[in-house]
């Protein structure tokens, strides 16, 4: 057995020399597997990485963006009606109660929970998912706000208009979340891998993953649960010498955190990196944990009553979850997570098998002194998922509840990147599984849900063993249905016209003063 290995620093990559003297000193033993891949941060891509800085970095966030707004439309989900409104009722009537804008959907709430997106506390409506989204996304609501409130108030009540501001502040809000964690996790990247890799794997993160299909389409939770894991990987491939490194990382892992609790999980092993590395990096990174997890347990348990939120409170209360979700085994949830043709990672993003080989390597070789704590984060978010009731999601288009995990599956393709560009077999190989899943992240974007898979001819949430059923599938039956209407599209014209109307409104004769009696 050898010697017990210390949790390294970041160090210079080896040169050449540094090689060679390596080997001698090793009787010929290979050197860590980043310094031969150029997987540790520093010296090798600073020159090429201050090039990117600025305008080039600029057009991939504009590139992704508009490939996510090509299709004109949004996916209404139920799940995200809160945080497209909140926004909405934070600048307007300066309040998280929803009381002047989430009834118009009550009709139209689809599911076997009908609705469950919003609770009522003292006779009031407030969202059952957390805060972090729609707090992040306020800002962008700014000038569609003022917009919307300088309207004179024929236009300003109409319902059309401001659905359709709605619903393009939700998609552009989303689309530009996802964008924007797809440049963080390049950066990221950047600070360890060449730029063609590094591109490379951004693009399978943003567009082989269900990051376009799921995070850019909706306000659901996974694009700002996306941004923060990708910071997270940002934070670590930081020079770890630097005392801010603990704070950033407790940072990022605070928002996820926040946003998706039982992805909190993922701290637990964090917190026994930094105890074993310093007291002083873990009092860091424990820092931004306590200073935002405080306001959100007094939040949940004043509004809600318990620590988490509302809503797995009310969805999986034994007489909901016993009725409108069939409890499956644990085993089959594992399967249906990896490879079912309803939910399969493997299925939607084939090219995670590559991943996980990634993955095997730097648990194997400890290329990173945080690697293995990382893996084993994933490990429990995933085993978490599996042991859920509902492991499948809902009604949704692909692994929608891994679509978080989706910055660390692109990462771990860097430390095998060099055999796979080597081998002509491995390059064939991925090039198939990213075009796979670029196929059907297309169809996931521009025709889901057309084939109505989900509700018929039953509700997914009742027989869940349709997950399994490879003939009728997501995929399939959704291409099969064809485009989507792009609703966006009507919506923008519509709004177009709103200036013109506008105008006519104001330049109109004031009615007669007819005076009233009292």
Wanted: glycine share 6%.
């Amino acid at each position: 057995m050898g010697q017990r290995r210390a949790f390294p620093v970041a160090a210079a990559p080896l040169q050449t020399s540094d090689a060679a003297l390596h080997c001698l000193k090793t009787g010929g033993q290979r050197p860590p597997l980043q310094n031969q891949t150029s997987l540790t941060p520093g010296a090798p891509h600073k020159t090429e990485a201050a090039k990117l800085r600025g305008l080039p970095v600029l057009l991939l966030l504009l590139l992704l963006f508009v490939i996510y707004n090509i299709n004109f439309r949004l996916v209404r989900i139920d799940d995200s009606v809160p945080a497209r409104l909140l926004p909405f009722s934070l600048l307007i009537n300066h309040s998280i109660y929803l009381d002047h804008w989430v009834e118009p959907y009550f009709a139209s709430a689809r599911g076997p929970l009908g609705v469950y997106f919003v609770v009522k506390f003292h006779g009031h409506w407030v969202s059952s998912y957390p805060l972090i989204t729609p707090l992040i996304v306020t800002p962008l609501y700014v000038p569609a706000a003022v917009w919307l409130t300088h309207l004179p108030p024929p236009l300003r009540s109409n319902p059309a208009i401001r659905v359709s501001v709605i619903d393009l502040m939700e998609k552009v809000s989303a689309s530009l979340i996802a964008a924007l964690s797809a440049l963080v996790l390049f950066l990221a990247v950047r600070r360890v891998a060449p730029l063609q890799t590094s591109l490379i794997v951004t693009l399978a993160y943003a567009l082989a993953s269900p990051t376009w299909a799921i995070s850019s389409q909706a306000l659901w939770k996974h694009g700002v649960g996306e941004l923060s894991f990708a910071f997270l990987l940002y934070a670590l491939l930081r020079n770890s010498a630097s005392s801010s490194y603990p704070i950033w990382a407790g940072v990022a892992l605070a928002v996820a955190a926040a946003n998706t609790p039982p992805e909190g999980i993922v701290i637990l092993p964090f917190l026994v990196f930094f105890w074993r590395r310093s007291r002083a990096d873990f009092w860091r990174f424990l820092a931004p944990l306590v200073a935002l997890g405080i306001p959100v347990v007094v939040y949940n348990w004043y509004y809600f009553g318990n620590l988490l939120m509302a809503y797995p409170a009310y969805a999986t209360a034994p007489e909901r979850a016993a009725h409108y979700f069939i409890r499956t085994s644990f085993a089959d949830a594992f399967a249906g997570l990896l490879v079912s043709p309803g939910r399969g990672l493997f299925i939607y993003v084939p090219w995670a098998v590559f991943s996980i080989w990634g993955g095997v390597r730097i648990w194997r070789y400890r290329d990173y002194a945080w690697g293995r704590y990382l893996i084993v984060g994933i490990l429990l978010v995933f085993l978490g998922y599996a042991k859920f009731s509902g492991w499948w999601a809902g009604w949704c288009f692909g692994p929608r509840y891994l679509t978080n995990l989706m910055p660390f599956l692109a990462f771990f393709l860097v430390p095998v990147w060099p055999r796979i560009e080597k081998r002509s077999v491995l390059r064939a190989a991925f090039l198939l599984a990213f075009l796979a899943a670029v196929w059907f992240e297309v169809i996931g974007a521009f025709c889901y849900p057309s084939g109505h898979w989900d509700s018929v001819p039953v509700s997914v949430d009742r027989v869940p063993s349709r997950l399994w059923n490879w003939r009728d599938n997501p995929i399939n039956r959704n291409w099969n249905a064809g485009a989507a209407p792009p609703l966006l599209y009507d919506d923008s014209r519509l709004l177009l016209r709103v200036p013109a109307l506008e105008r006519q409104i104001r330049q109109s004769p004031p009615p007669p003063n007819v005076k009233g009696r009292n």
